[in-house]
């Protein structure tokens, strides 16, 4: 009967309304959605955190830079000790398995640093980094990975960054310069003695760090709970903007002549 048909016709349309203004209300499409509230209280929380973390997290950084200042007081000691000739200086020795000889003089050692010196070794700077991860709503995986350095020997990036920070010692992937073994003269044994007393601030500093990432990254965590909880709610926004495209897409089979014409009546 036609008039059975077109109300069944009717009531597939009103339903797919009653749902598509379910979506609507979830996306805040011509209203203010029913989630903005709690969006607003959970990015007021994340916000919240930023006094106490970028206070800790500056703190954590200029440790950081500390030791790698020391790092780069040592490669000037030991640049300076070694000189820039064979004379008058405290170069422990050459490694013959690597020096190459010069005219007919094997093993000699022309001044400077270099890889023929006994005790060559890259020193590396000490990095803090903060992995993050990207809470992106576009995405069905909020724990995404990226990383930043927040301090490095010539790097310092805004302190606040990222979800959860780890100290690295001698990170290879920045050189601070290079070591070399120094001599057992009076004078190249003050100098060593230098060296070894900032290695020792240095162990001091590296210490400190414990205390600092381990209470930051505890507060952090508190932290990427709200931005989850975000992440979550603007997720199931995304997700209703998706179905709500499906179900106008739906509609258009109840709306275009092109299909209700094939109806049956």
Known sequence: MPQDNNAKTERVIADINERIKRENDIIGFNTTSSLQGRINHTTELIESFDPAIKGIDAKIVSIGQSINQIKDEIIVLISNAVGVSTVSTCAAGI????????????????????????????????????????FDENSINPFNLSTTVLSSASNTFGVGVGTFLFHTQNNTSYSAGVRVSLGASASCVTIQNEINRKDNEITALRSEFGKYIGVVNGLREQKWRSELERWGIKRAQKESQNEKTRLVGVLTAFTDSTYTSLFLK
């Open 95 to 134: 490694d013959v398995s690597v020096c190459p000889g010069i005219g007919s003089t094997p093993y000699q050692w022309p001044g400077g640093i270099t890889t023929c010196l006994l005790g060559y070794a890259t020193e590396y700077y000490d990095t803090v980094t903060a992995n993050s991860w990207g």
